[in-house]
């Protein structure tokens, strides 16, 4: 048995993944950039009296903003706390 090219694959290999592990963390990172523009995009446009849509599909319209708690009104008299990560979109009218 060569132990010479077992060792140059091993290698080969090893350097092989390597390449693919940087290639994936630039793609990641690159991703997890526009996920966190986004958010920080959504975030900023809350504002009391917009109309904003929840994970769950619900519609209402901020009455109170409180750090971060939001109190929505979802019908007429009815208000409900929610955290301000919950919110999916801001809904323009």
Known sequence: MNWEVIMWSCVTVIVLLGIFAIILTFISARNMRKNRQAMQELQNKIQIGARVLFGGGIYGK??????????????????????RYGIQDVVSE
């Open 62 to 83: 901020i009455v109170r903003i409180k750090d971060d708690v939001i109190d929505v009104e979802m019908a007429k008299g009815l208000v409900v706390q929610i955290s």
